[in-house]
């Protein structure tokens, strides 16, 4: 099966490819050329938030992609996040209504008539998790959103929304890595049909986000070569292996590079498989929580 085309359901009528394009980090101005050119090598799905603040990029970019490659909207998977609102930094949690006004206006910056997969970004709107949660409800009966859901929530704040009464959410985005490898989670997620969605799944290579504000502390880059070693039994990249990993555990993935030769290389999953014995070995890598921002405790509402 040519990994290109592969996908895994989310709902009864949406489809998630398993391998998008990841745009968080690219500016406004590097990523219309970024997505544009990702469609051109064979991305069919774009995962952006409005606290990217790239969105209209992003949505320019799948415009000339779809025109370069005489595509339809249909053809490309488009994710998009409500940012909910953090007490924590000084904001204000959004309401059910100001949801339905923030999803309108990503689209609006988007310049698309829907999205595939609409998300809460965080559980962090507290006290209006479960009236944003309404929201997203209220805009998939609309036609807004074919899908929607929740990223970085814990067993908790799903087990909310099910004490409210409410449909459970298609998908949660979270930090997946050999590294944080969530079992609990996933195992309840799993349970309730929820399709778990990859984020950095990069995050245990040393050079990940290299540059960048949020690059990892020297402790972290410091590790064995176990990767590097598994890449090589393989012939493939460290990279291609941490996302092949992804794609065999039924989890979606979200690269993201700005490098033509890496945007290329993470498309490039077919013609090896990660064996059972060492699928085996990697669930022995797990060191807990993620490291892209920290969830917490699993079992503490936020
Ligand atoms: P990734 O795991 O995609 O890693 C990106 C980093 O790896 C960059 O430094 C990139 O550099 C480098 N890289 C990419 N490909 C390769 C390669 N083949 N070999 C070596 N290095 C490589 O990190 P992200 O944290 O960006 O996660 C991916 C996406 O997931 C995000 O862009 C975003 O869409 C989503 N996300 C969602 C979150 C959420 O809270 N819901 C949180 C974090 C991410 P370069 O560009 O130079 O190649």
Redesign the pocket.
Known sequence: MNIMNKSFSINAAVNIPAIGF?????TKDDVAAAVRSAIGVGYRHM???AV?DNEAGVGEGIRAGIKDNGLSRDDIFVTT?LWPGASEWGETAKTEVQTLAECEMSLKRLGLDYVDLY?I??PHGGSQRVNQWRALVKLKQAGKVRSIGV??FTEAHIEEIRAAGLPMPEAN???L?PWSQKPQLIAYMKQHGIAPIA?????P?S????G?DSAKPEDLKAGDNFFAVLAAKYGV????LLLRWGIQNGYAV??????PV??R??LELDGFAIDDADMEAIIKMDRGGGI??SMGDPTKVI
Do not use: F, V
């Not at 990249?237 to 291609?240: F, I, L, P, S």
């Open positions: 990841g745009t968080y980090l690219i995962d952006t938030a990217y996040k998300l970004h965080s990223s970085n985005q979270i930090e890595h984020y950095s799944s990069l995050a290579l050079t990940w986000r290299t960048q990249t460290e990279a291609q979200l690269p993201k590079s700005l490098n890496r945007m290389q993470n892209a921002w």
